[in-house]
């Protein structure tokens, strides 16, 4: 089975600043998706930024970029001129097939 | 954008008794739906995943007797929480993957809250 790790429980950053959110994953499978979502208090999930395994280029959306090592199996997200709306749960997911598991989260607050 | 709704947003029911939560696509046909619970504080964890017209496939652990799913169409799927007790309050998100979709992406529901007194 799949699984996902995210070593960072909570992070901060300054606004205007830059942070990178970590993400490892294990699987055996070649194709795959990666994604991560943000969830603010809402509860509402949205999706931030998706990578497809087969693809060596990092995927990009507007202030936010990953950090794709396949062969290390790590996904990291990098959040630029960080905005305070940015503030919220971050996960990063892993999905093949009908298979998607979530890591556990980075609580990422932007101070003023 | 692809919109998935759920219906009630919030819920309080009674021990013994069943609550049902609607999960819809509002502006996609949705050939599989996922249902995730997720406790405070905590990720979201995946109970059970329905195909249209087709029976669930239940996560281990996740007894399939207690939380029923139906995938009647490709734009609705139903969870049943039957003979609630406290120990199932929790927030209940549902997802839907786009049948004309091209990536594994799935589109969120706003989630249900659950309170079982």
């Known amino acids: 089975a799949q699984t996902v790790t995210q070593s960072q429980p909570e992070m901060s950053v300054q606004e205007a600043e830059t942070v990178t959110l970590s993400c490892t994953y294990d699987t055996s499978e070649n194709n795959y998706y990666l994604f991560w979502y943000k969830q603010p208090p809402s509860r509402q999930m949205i999706l931030v930024i998706r990578?497809?395994?087969?693809?060596?280029q990092n995927a990009t959306e507007n202030r936010f970029s990953v950090n794709f090592q396949k062969a290390a199996k790590s996904f990291s997200l990098k959040i630029s001129d960080s905005q305070l709306g940015d503030t919220a749960m971050y996960f990063c997911?892993?999905?093949?097939?009908?298979?998607?598991?979530f890591g556990a989260g980075t609580r990422l607050t932007v101070k003023p | 954008g692809a919109v998935v709704s759920q219906h009630p947003s919030r819920v309080i029911c009674k021990s013994g008794t069943s609550v049902k939560i609607e999960c819809r696509s509002l502006?996609?046909?949705?050939?599989?739906m996922f249902w995730y619970r997720q406790f405070p504080k905590q990720s979201l964890m995946l109970m059970a995943t329905?195909?249209?017209?087709?029976?669930?496939?239940?996560e281990q652990g996740v007894e399939k007797d207690k939380f029923l799913i139906n995938h009647a169409s490709l734009t609705l799927s139903t969870l049943t929480v039957t003979s609630a007790h406290p120990e199932d309050s929790s927030f209940y998100i549902c997802s839907a993957r786009d049948r004309g979709g091209i990536y594994y992406e799935q589109y969120f529901g706003p989630g249900t809250r659950l309170t079982v007194t």
């Open positions: 502006d996609f046909q949705a050939t599989t």
């Open positions: 329905s195909n249209e017209g087709s029976k669930a496939t239940y």
């Open positions: 990578q497809e395994a087969y693809k060596q």
């Open positions: 997911a892993f999905m093949n097939d009908n298979d998607m598991r």
